[in-house]
């Protein structure tokens, strides 16, 4: 999905695989080396997605593909193909070339596929309905009766096999690899202290007789550890089930993204006006575009002149003037006048449907990091496993040649005892309680997190590239100085523009007119009565602007009117000279002061003489400057990255204090996925903060992607962090509060393996009561909960 064409010549073809049973980044590893394994074959598999696109050359057949994935020890089934190769047209993926609910439908039906939310849910829900009689029952004398072992290790049956079942079948998997992970010691904990307490219960069948007997049995009795294996397995799934639920929103990004484009659309059919779904336009068609509707797909403009809004997929604020034979974009919003356009690009050959390709190829690419509980996992497993054995021997040969009965009990009671305290409740607490606090605490802050893997992200972060529009800015123009000319005043230029520009809907006139109002007092001015195309009237909390009569406004050239019966003009030069106004060589250098500096520059003309010129510009945000220093002390590097000329680029950059080296300016949407992966290329870990469509695809890029709140769908669903205001400020508190999150759940795996350091060499030397084990997996366990809820008091 969203792959490149294979190279000219070659009969290579994409294909696309649902991969079931991954679990971690040691599996994606072991998917692309088997598939690397047949010849020519390429693969990039996505965790998240559990998909992966293979390049596959003339001769190898599908089930050749997915017999290879089998051999691994997973599961495939190809999803439907891109394209063949590299003759066919990419008719785009398969989810842009549908309706997006369809693609929506697909989706949910993959992630309900193998070990999803979905298959996870009714597990939890077993595992924890039964676990809390399990634990109550076993720790608690008060709520146990006769031979109450044999009701507990009944009960824990189904938690330790049918709900444990995503963990036993991962470990195996991992068994063929000689590998190990946390699933791997999760299973053997399980196992271990579901069949030791069993054979316990068996080889002494009135163990639990009386309630509180088995809590009296002495070190060398082992106990029962029903509830160990219970407890385990509800909070470890409850960790899955969390971490599956924040995977299935990978695609909700392509989703939204579709979401933008125009439902419908009215084309001219015959001479008369036809309503038809967008999906069925095709190139040559005749749009009719009114203003306010969004453009239903890439073509020319035939007729009409207006002012299209294209912000939504450039990110840029200033609307684009477009006139007949000016190309125009799909999704993008016609402001003023009506337009028909002349379909070019449809369906999966719109800029749309490319964005919809760069952020999924963005999302294929990303490569995961290897869970921190997986690292610990591949070492630890491995040296609890030798110290069980050796435990075994050793109490073997403490015995001497004479073993008895007794003796090998109670070398098995040791082996097992070491596995069992090798998986404490702690370690499934760990990162599930730790997230839940941390993300709670987020979401009071308006700081959303999707997952742990964010948290582990934010750590390695070493640079941020900010969007200028939106995130480093407001996005909106306003009034930033006026250059009048003799005998007029600054005063003078922006009341006669403000006056002549309230009429207009132009979103520059707005921002003239909102500046006007707020400089004008509120009385002494003429009151505007009338009606009609003739006079128009213009009030605002600031104070009211003169009558204008005679307005007159051309869509992309400008405005005039009469104010005080002096004849105003304002516009673009071509407008000024279609008026009769001349400009002198000193004017015409102001103006191309202002431009070069990255303004606006609207000309204003009173009674056919210059009067001066009104610069517009996007404003910084109030709370910019700290933020980017905040991200600074944070041992960030931040770069401004935007679509607007380098002046501009440079203006704010140094607004901000961000350094004139790290600015990237001119750079298109794809332009800014290339960003990113020059850099990462360049061995920076980056992060990406943006709020605008064309942002999207690098936000899936980068490392760490951060949307502002006040952005766009498509940005907030590729990103990984979402800020809900749009204060930039919130990007610094949010990798601070991530950073301090992942610091606590690291803090509560090293007390939960703590306790294994401690509890195991206890547990080798056979000095394990149940009773002692209990209070000790307990307290840890408080230890971790209360650990993470400090997270509460953050930013306070």
């Not at 001219?268 to 036809?274: F, Q």
């Not at 337009?339 to 690009?345: D, K």
């Not at 919130?730 to 301090?740: C, F, G, K």
Request: hydrophobic share 50%.
């Amino acid at each position: 999905m969203g792959t490149e064409h294979p190279p000219a010549g070659t009969a290579s073809r994409v294909i696309e695989l649902d991969v079931e049973g991954m679990t971690c980044a040691s599996c994606v590893n072991r998917v692309e080396k088997k598939l690397a394994k047949l010849d020519g074959v390429q693969a990039t598999v996505n965790l998240p997605l559990e998909r992966a696109q293979v390049t596959v050359p003339e001769g190898i057949t599908d089930q050749q593909i997915t017999d290879q994935v089998a051999s691994a020890g997973y599961k495939a089934r190809i999803r439907k193909p891109v394209y063949e190769d590299h003759e066919t047209a990419p008719a785009a993926t398969l989810e842009a070339t549908r309706p997006a609910e369809h693609a929506a439908a697909e989706h949910e039906d993959h992630m309900s596929h193998g070990g999803k939310a979905s298959e996870l849910k009714p597990r939890l829900l077993v595992a924890a309905v039964l676990a809390v009689p399990v634990f109550l029952i076993s720790m608690f004398p008060a709520f146990q009766f006769p031979n109450w072992g044999w009701v507990v290790g009944a009960l824990a049956l189904p938690v330790v096999s049918w709900a444990a079942w995503p963990f036993h079948r991962a470990a195996a998997v991992n068994a063929r690899h000689f590998a190990s992970t946390m699933d791997t010691l999760v299973s053997l904990g399980v196992i271990a202290a579901y069949l030791f307490s069993a054979w316990q219960l068996l080889a002494e069948p009135r163990l639990t007789e009386h309630p509180g007997m088995e809590q009296m049995g002495g070190a060398g009795s082992g106990g029962l550890y029903f509830e160990v294996a219970s407890v385990v397995t509800a909070f470890l799934l409850l960790g899955r089930f969390l971490e599956a639920n924040a995977k299935s929103k990978a695609g909700d990004a392509l989703r939204a993204l579709l979401d933008l484009g125009a439902k419908d659309a009215s084309i001219l059919e015959n001479g008369a006006e036809v309503k038809i779904p967008a999906s069925q336009l095709a190139v040559g068609d005749l749009i009719i575009v009114r203003p306010g509707e969004k453009i239903a797909t890439d073509g020319v403009v035939a007729d009409g002149i207006s002012a299209v809004d294209a912000s939504l997929v450039t990110g840029e604020s200033i609307p684009v003037d477009v006139g007949p034979g000016t190309p125009v974009t799909g999704a993008t919003i016609n402001t003023s006048g009506r337009l028909l356009v002349r379909a070019t690009r449809v369906g999966a050959e719109t800029t749309l449907a490319q964005m919809g390709r760069l952020v999924t190829q963005a999302q294929t690419g990303k490569a995961p990091i290897a869970r921190l509980a997986d690292r610990i996992s591949a070492v630890f497993v491995p040296v609890v496993l030798v110290i069980a054995v050796l435990t075994f021997a050793g109490w073997l040969l403490a015995a001497g040649a004479d073993i008895t009965g007794p003796e090998l009990r109670s070398a098995f009671t040791a082996a097992v005892a070491v596995l069992v305290i090798a998986c404490p409740c702690a370690l499934g607490l760990a990162t599930p309680v730790g997230l839940l606090t941390g993300t709670g605490r987020g979401a009071q802050l308006g700081i959303l997190i999707k997952g742990p893997q964010v948290l582990e992200d934010t750590r390695t972060v070493d640079t941020i590239l900010l969007d200028k529009t939106g995130t480093v800015t407001s996005g909106q123009l306003s009034v930033d100085a006026v250059a009048a000319f003799a005998p007029f005043s600054g005063p003078d230029v922006l009341r006669f523009a403000g006056a002549v520009e309230a009429a207009s809907e132009h979103p520059i006139a707005a921002a003239i007119a909102a500046a006007a109002r707020s400089e004008v007092p509120a009385i002494g001015l003429p009151s505007i009565t009338g009606s009609g195309s003739q006079s128009h009237s213009a009030a605002h909390d600031g104070g009211t602007l003169p009558a204008v009569v005679g307005f007159r406004s051309a869509p992309g050239g400008g405005v005039s009117g009469t104010v005080d019966d002096r004849l105003v003009v304002a516009g673009r030069s071509g407008w000024l000279r279609e008026n009769g106004v001349g400009i002198t060589p000193e004017q015409d250098r102001v103006l191309r002061d202002a431009e070069e500096s990255g303004a606006t520059a609207i000309w204003v003309a009173v009674d056919g003489e210059a009067a001066g010129i009104i610069e517009l510009r996007d404003t910084v945000k109030a709370g910019s400057e700290a933020a980017v220093a905040r991200l600074k002390a944070l041992g960030l590097r931040p770069m401004l990255l935007t679509g607007d000329n380098a002046a501009v680029a440079q203006r704010v950059a140094a607004a901000v204090g961000i350094a004139p080296d790290d600015v990237f300016a001119g750079v298109l949407p794809e332009g800014k996925v290339e960003a990113v992966r020059r850099l990462q290329a360049g061995g920076a870990t980056v992060a990406m903060a943006g709020d605008g469509v064309n942002d999207a695809a690098a936000l899936a890029q980068a490392d760490l992607g951060i949307a502002m709140g006040s952005g766009t769908d498509v940005a907030i669903e590729a990103a990984d962090l979402t800020v809900m205001g749009n204060d930039l400020g919130q990007v610094a508190t949010a990798i601070e509060l991530s950073r301090r999150t992942l610091a606590t759940i690291k803090t509560n795996l090293f007390w939960a393996f703590f306790y294994n350091a401690v509890g195991i060499p206890v547990a080798a030397l056979g000095l394990l009561n149940p009773m002692i084990a209990g209070v000790a997996m307990a307290a840890s366990s408080v230890l971790v909960v209360a650990n993470s809820l400090r997270l509460r008091r953050f930013g306070r």
